[in-house]
């Protein structure tokens, strides 16, 4: 792989990201500085800590940053279950917690195989 690019799971990341950002458009506007914020540094945050991941040296230090997304994955969820339960997002979001959870297995996936490489050599 030559760059973060290529990782589907950035890819992904990224539309996520690009369809919080439109969701929450949607908010009052008295929480640009409150959960809208929260929101979106935690969606910014998954496809960023993955290619800075990707640009370190070692598996280990990639896999320490493809925790740290999903901790970000895990607070974004948590913050659309807010948002939803105050009412700012209409109905499940079935399709965006399917985006959020197939981005997830991802991640568990790239983490395993790093490990297995990282045994292997």
Do not use: C
Not at 58 to 87: C, D, N, R, W
């Amino acid at each position: 792989m030559n760059s973060y690019k290529d990782l589907v799971v950035w890819q992904k990341a990224i539309d996520l990201t690009i369809e919080i950002y439109s969701l929450t458009n949607l908010f009052p506007k008295e929480e640009m500085y409150g959960l809208v914020s929260q929101i979106r540094r935690s969606a910014v945050s998954i496809p960023s800590n993955i290619a800075e991941g990707q640009a370190r040296k070692y598996h280990q230090q990639f896999s320490h940053f493809l925790s740290i997304a999903q901790g970000s994955l895990a607070e974004l969820e948590t913050q659309i279950i807010i948002a939803i339960k105050l009412g700012y997002i209409a109905g499940e979001q079935k399709d965006l917690f399917d985006m959020m959870h197939s981005i997830g297995k991802m991640i568990t996936r790239l983490k395993q195989n790093l490990t297995q490489e990282e045994k292997n050599s």
